[in-house]
């Protein structure tokens, strides 16, 4: 047909399928210090109510904070591992010792590949 009979040519685009990625957010841990002002009881209750460990992962990761003087306990994105840092912290001291003046030392730091 021809512009003559009243008819226009359009021009039709092809559809562009836009690919859409997530990105994930870099990991951090959530590393739990040893110390002599809390109870093995304390930090397996600690684990267990604020990361959700069951006893005998919690048991475990209490046994390694002992030995080797810290432990990896959660690994999340960065704004989790800072409110699990911070409800570490806000556990307090042990009621089970009178030497427990504060809470756990717990720190996150950036995950390794």
């Known amino acids: 047909m021809s512009e003559e009979q009243g008819e226009t040519s359009v021009a039709v685009e092809p559809e562009v399928v836009q690919?859409?990625?997530?990105?994930?957010?870099?990991?951090?841990?959530?590393?739990?210090?040893?110390?002599?002002?809390?109870?093995?009881?304390?930090?397996?209750?600690?684990?267990?109510?604020?990361?959700?460990?069951?006893?005998?992962?919690?048991?475990?990761?209490?046994?390694?904070?002992?030995?080797?003087?810290?432990?990896?306990?959660?690994?999340?994105?960065?704004?989790?591992?800072?409110?699990?840092r911070e409800q570490v912290v806000s556990y307090g001291a042990d009621p089970r010792m009178a030497a427990s003046k504060g809470p756990l030392r717990c720190y996150i730091e950036p995950a390794g590949d």
């Open 19 to 84: 690919e859409t990625r997530t990105r994930r957010l870099p990991p951090y841990n959530v590393v739990i210090l040893n110390d002599e002002e809390h109870t093995f009881e304390y930090v397996i209750e600690l684990l267990t109510k604020l990361f959700a460990n069951s006893l005998p992962t919690a048991e475990k990761l209490t046994l390694e904070i002992h030995h080797r003087g810290r432990a990896i306990v959660y690994t999340t994105h960065k704004e989790k591992a800072e409110l699990k």
